[in-house]
């Protein structure tokens, strides 16, 4: 099974999803392939994909479960949540040029977790064949939570909740701080996980 993950953000990303259709359309993805997709705000009428909206935190996990790959936004928050299952992911930029997002911080995500060996990087949305192909062999690198990323996360909500006002400059010098971080892209990286990961949770709550 592949699971395609769009995340729960407000932009759509009708790309990724009309380059599996293209794929299956060329009969490089087989129509027998079960395809389930999260397509959160974005709206696309597929007879191959089981499309849904938003999913109950658990339906959401017993689908990653049960994927042989994950096909996802390049979202700290659901990269991590793959990872930690040992999923085989290929992730996607949202990019702003298509107003898929605000910015393109997902292409430095995507590099950052491509060099370490977690995930396949999907550039050219024409070549998702030869990633999947790629995907059949790739054996990811073994995911190491960091400890004080678990203690951060666990404090977030409550950082958010006494100082909602703080923008990401103000997280991004408190975890600093609190982590003893130097580097500005494990860095950015920290923050952008912990603030991602609070939304998503979030967000999956009140629509659970």
Request: aromatic letters at 12%; hydrophobic letters at 45%; glycine letters at 4%.
């Amino acid at each position: 099974m592949i699971f395609v993950i769009l995340g729960t953000q407000d932009k759509k990303f009708p790309r990724l999803l009309e380059a599996v259709q293209k794929k299956i359309d060329e009969g490089k993805i087989s129509k027998k392939e079960e395809i389930i997709v999260q397509a959160g705000s974005t709206k696309f009428q597929s007879k191959d994909m089981k499309i849904v909206d938003y999913m109950p935190v658990k339906t959401f996990e017993e689908c990653i479960d049960k994927a042989d790959i994950v096909i996802c936004h390049a979202g700290v928050g659901t990269i991590l949540t793959a990872l930690k299952k040992e999923k085989k992911i290929i992730a996607a930029a949202r990019l702003k040029e298509y107003g898929e997002h605000v910015n393109d911080h997902q292409l430095q995500i995507l590099d950052n977790f491509t060099k370490k060996g977690y995930i396949l990087a999907l550039e050219d949305f024409d070549k998702l064949d030869i990633i999947l192909k790629q995907a059949k062999n790739f054996q990811p690198a073994k995911f190491k939570s960091n400890k004080k990323y678990f203690l951060l996360s666990k404090s977030f909500p409550f950082i958010i909740k006494k100082a909602p006002c703080w923008n990401f400059v103000h997280l991004y010098y408190i975890i600093m701080m609190v982590s003893g971080l130097k580097d500005p892209t494990m860095m950015h990286l920290y923050t952008l996980a912990l603030l991602y990961t609070y939304l998503e949770i979030m967000s999956r709550r009140f629509l659970s």
